[in-house]
């Protein structure tokens, strides 16, 4: 106690000792370097606030740091190049080809590589076969180059992300890709597939291809196609579908859906826009990945990043919600925005969306989480459906007979796929040609049940 109060009395005798002595220069220096450094201090704290507040820190390009940004389209005639005159053996130089030099440092690392076939020809033809060209190059790829990395989750695009590496997902370029089988369809999810575009530009015999095709629909057959597809998990992409097709995947048991490098009808019309009775009927499932193309978002060849955020306005406003926004980054695109020509220019794009009242939850949407939401609803769902058993039906063979007759030659086992729709009838050892022309069945053909 003592100790204490010894302690106290010496330093009330220092400062009343400090306090009675007349100023010196000495105590004047120690009481203006205070008042100064506490003043430095008031204004630090004013100019750091009133920053803060007015928006200029942190900037919405900043959101880029925190997730796998994108989504970047893949120039697919460049996957065919690679299938016909072989894979070089440069790296930087395979990154090049497919604009992803500037991609990590712009940390935009989502990137969508498309499977498929190089002209809608290849239906009922050799789709398939040309399908897995482009996946087994895409594998390929994906090999040789260390800064890439093959993904199949949302998970993997944010692992991708952490190790710097841009996450490639691979997409079904259209539904003539599974030539009508489901099979096929499994198979290519095995094969790491995770999107499918279910029309694409090429018809098919269960859906026609085209936004203006008011009348078309899927046929029974393309329903269990959807039903499929959403049960092994892959995100369906309508790109190119009816607004009636649209409809009847919102209202099927899919549980997401994206549009990739699309824009809005109302402001600019051409082939791939998307009306608003489209984007309030999708609000609830969709993402729409606006593309960076000035032919989608202008019309003319001249277009700016503000072209870009009318799009984005706009498709947030009609569905009214921001969630249902992404972007479609296609630095392969023969006329990008004047001001957004490269990946580092996303963060300017960013920046101005923030000053148009965006927030940073907002931007994160817009840049990945949207987008990897919508992703990792499909997979959810599938989980969910681990116990069902795959969908076992044929297309009818009258839904084959209408799409492409010139090509139905290439089918060799067409009296076979057609006569087992009879599951009393033994199965034929010698294809006749009566089978051929058997009378089209009515109803869906389904396949024999499996033997015990
Ligand atoms: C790979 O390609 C890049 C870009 O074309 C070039 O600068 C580099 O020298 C090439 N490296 C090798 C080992 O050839
Ligand atoms: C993308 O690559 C093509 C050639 O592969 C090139 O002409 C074009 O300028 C590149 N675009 C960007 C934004 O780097
Ligand atoms: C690719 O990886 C190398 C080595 O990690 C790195 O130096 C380079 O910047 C990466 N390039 C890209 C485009 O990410
Ligand atoms: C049908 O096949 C022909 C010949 O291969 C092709 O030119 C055409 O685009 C195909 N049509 C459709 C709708 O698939
Ligand atoms: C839809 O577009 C195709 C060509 O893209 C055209 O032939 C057809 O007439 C159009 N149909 C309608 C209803 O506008
Ligand atoms: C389209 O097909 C679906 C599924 O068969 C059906 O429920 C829906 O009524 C059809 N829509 C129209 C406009 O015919
Ligand atoms: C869009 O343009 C096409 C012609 O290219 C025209 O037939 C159609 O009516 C236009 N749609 C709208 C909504 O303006
Ligand atoms: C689409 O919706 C917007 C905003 O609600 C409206 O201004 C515009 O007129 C609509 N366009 C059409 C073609 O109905
Ligand atoms: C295209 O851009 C020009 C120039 O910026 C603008 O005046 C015009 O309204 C835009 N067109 C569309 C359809 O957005
Ligand atoms: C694009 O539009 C801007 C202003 O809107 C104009 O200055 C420029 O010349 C145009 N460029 C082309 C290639 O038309
Ligand atoms: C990509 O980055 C390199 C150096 O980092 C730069 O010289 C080049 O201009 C960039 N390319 C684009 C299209 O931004
Ligand atoms: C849904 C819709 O209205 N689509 C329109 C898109 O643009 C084409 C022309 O390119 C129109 O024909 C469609 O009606």
């Not at 302690?7 to 100064?36: A, D, H, W």
């Not at 990945?289 to 503000?306: E, K, M, P, S």
């Not at 249902?324 to 101005?352: A, E, I, R, Y």
Request: proline share 6%; glycine share 6%.
């Amino acid at each position: 106690m003592s100790f204490f109060r010894d302690c106290y009395e010496s330093m009330r005798g220092n400062i009343r000792n400090f306090m009675s002595t007349p100023l010196s220069r000495q105590k004047l220096y120690i009481f203006g370097g205070v008042f100064i450094a506490l003043l430095l201090l008031v204004i630090i704290l004013v100019v750091s606030l009133h920053s803060s507040s007015s928006g200029d820190s942190p900037q919405g390009s900043s959101v880029l740091n925190d997730g796998p940004g994108g989504s970047s389209n893949i120039d697919p005639s460049k996957l065919k190049n690679y299938v016909v005159q072989g894979l070089k053996d440069n790296s930087t130089e395979i990154l090049n080809t497919f604009n992803l030099s500037n991609i990590t440092s712009s940390h935009l690392v989502t990137t969508i590589w498309p499977a498929g076939a190089s002209s809608c020809g290849a239906n009922q033809k050799d789709a398939i076969a040309q399908t897995l060209e482009i996946i087994d190059v895409v594998k390929r790829v994906v090999q040789k180059v260390p800064n890439l990395s093959l993904v199949s989750d949302s998970q993997g695009l944010s692992d991708a992300k952490s190790n710097d590496k841009i996450g490639v997902v691979i997409s079904l370029d259209g539904g003539y890709t599974i030539d009508s089988r489901l099979s096929v369809l499994r198979m290519f999810k095995s094969l790491g597939a995770s999107v499918f575009t279910l029309t694409g530009a090429c018809s098919v015999p269960w859906v026609v291809s085209g936004t203006n095709t008011t009348t078309t629909n899927l046929t029974q057959f393309g329903t269990q196609i959807v039903t499929e597809a959403s049960r092994l998990g892959l995100l369906l992409d309508l790109t190119y579908s009816s607004p009636t097709v649209v409809e009847t995947v919102v209202k099927s048991e899919a549980p997401a859906i994206i549009f990739n490098g699309v824009g809005a009808l109302s402001l600019t019309n051409n082939t791939v826009n998307l009306s608003n009775d489209t984007l309030k009927i999708i609000k609830d499932k969709g993402v729409v990945l606006v593309g960076f193309d000035c032919a989608i978002i202008n019309t003319t060849d001249n277009c700016t990043i503000g072209d870009v955020i009318k799009h984005l306005n706009f498709i947030a406003e009609v569905t009214g919600t921001k969630k249902t926004v992404g972007l479609s980054l296609n630095f392969s695109s023969p006329s990008l925005p004047s001001d957004l020509k490269s990946p580092q220019d996303v963060g300017v794009l960013l920046d101005q969306l923030q000053k148009d009242n965006w927030s940073l939850d907002e931007l994160r949407g817009l840049a990945y989480d949207n987008f990897l939401s919508a992703w990792k609803k499909a997979l959810d769902y599938a989980n969910k459906k681990i116990a069902d058993p795959p969908v076992d039906v044929l297309e009818t063979e009258t839904e084959l007979d209408s799409s492409n007759k010139t090509n139905l030659v290439c089918y060799s086992d067409l009296s076979i796929r057609y006569n087992t729709n009879q599951p009393t009838a033994p199965p034929p050892t010698v294809p006749t040609t009566e089978a051929t022309k058997a009378p089209p069945p009515t109803t869906e053909a389904t396949k024999a049940p499996p033997k015990p």
